[in-house]
C-alpha cells in the first residue's frame, strides 16, 4: 500500500499554484491529506470553507472530510456533486 501524500496550507492559502499542484498530485493519487496551519485560519468554520473552496475549484469528481485541521481529499470516478446553475 502507497503511502498518502501531504501537503499543507499556510498564510498564503488558496493560491492557483496550491490547486494546481493538488490537481499535479491527483492524477496519479486517490488520497490525498491537507493539513491547515494556524497561520490560514484559526476557526473551524474557516476551515470548512477552505475545504469547500478547494473542492469547488477541483471539480465535480473531488469530496473531502474534516476531522480537525486536516482535509482528507477524496477522488471519486464519477461525478459526486449535482452542478446548479
Known amino acids: 500500500m502507497k503511502p498518502i501524500k501531504k501537503l499543507q496550507i499556510g498564510k498564503s492559502g488558496l493560491s492557483e499554484a496550491f490547486v494546481e499542484q493538488v490537481k499535479s498530485i491527483f492524477e496519479g493519487e486517490k488520497v490525498l491529506k491537507v493539513s491547515i496551519l ?8 474557516d476551515a470548512e470553507k477552505i ?27 464519477r461525478d459526486q456533486r449535482v452542478s446548479r446553475g
Not at 58 to 76: A, D, P, Q, S
Open 38 to 45: 494556524k497561520s490560514a485560519c484559526r476557526d473551524k468554520k
Open 51 to 77: 475545504g469547500e473552496d478547494l473542492v469547488a475549484r477541483l471539480g465535480e469528481r473531488y469530496g473531502f472530510k474534516l476531522v480537525g485541521y486536516v482535509l482528507t481529499l477524496i477522488k471519486y470516478r
